[in-house]
């Protein structure tokens, strides 16, 4: 099934750090640009940080600084390196792109995978 998946998630104290990873599932990503969304309970989805083909990389406020995104096309997999989380990071995080059916060679676009908890205590 064509999808992407998010692991990686976990409760984690303050100060602490997580990898999270999108791997696209019997597919592959396009050129595009790869985003990681959040979503806190009671708030809008928001851009994490996004990162193209190219390997050029686009962060919110919030994240530069603190978290890296990466990209193994290779894998299909795209990681986001979270250090110096705070409480204010909780929520559950989504990966978004494009992706190319390994079988068919068809593009599904705008793709979401079901998400990861992060958890920070404080």
């Known amino acids: 099934q064509v999808r992407l998946v998010e692991s990686g998630g976990g409760l984690v104290q303050a100060g602490g750090s997580l990898r999270l990873s999108c791997t696209a599932s019997?597919?592959?990503?396009?050129?595009?640009?790869v985003g990681w969304y959040r979503q806190a309970p009671g708030k809008q989805r928001e851009l994490v940080a996004s990162?193209?083909?190219?390997?050029?990389?686009n962060y919110a406020d919030f994240a530069q600084g603190r978290f890296t995104i990466s990209r193994d096309n290779g894998k299909n997999t795209v990681f986001l390196q979270m250090n110096s989380l705070k409480p204010e990071d909780t929520a559950r995080y989504y990966c978004?792109?494009?992706?190319?059916?390994?079988?068919?060679?068809?593009?599904?676009?705008?793709?979401w995978g079901q998400g990861t908890q992060v958890t920070v205590s404080s």
């Open positions: 978004n792109a494009d992706l190319v059916s390994a079988v068919f060679g068809t593009v599904r676009r705008n793709s």
């Open positions: 990162v193209t083909g190219g390997g050029s990389t």
């Open positions: 019997e597919s592959a990503f396009t050129g595009n640009a």
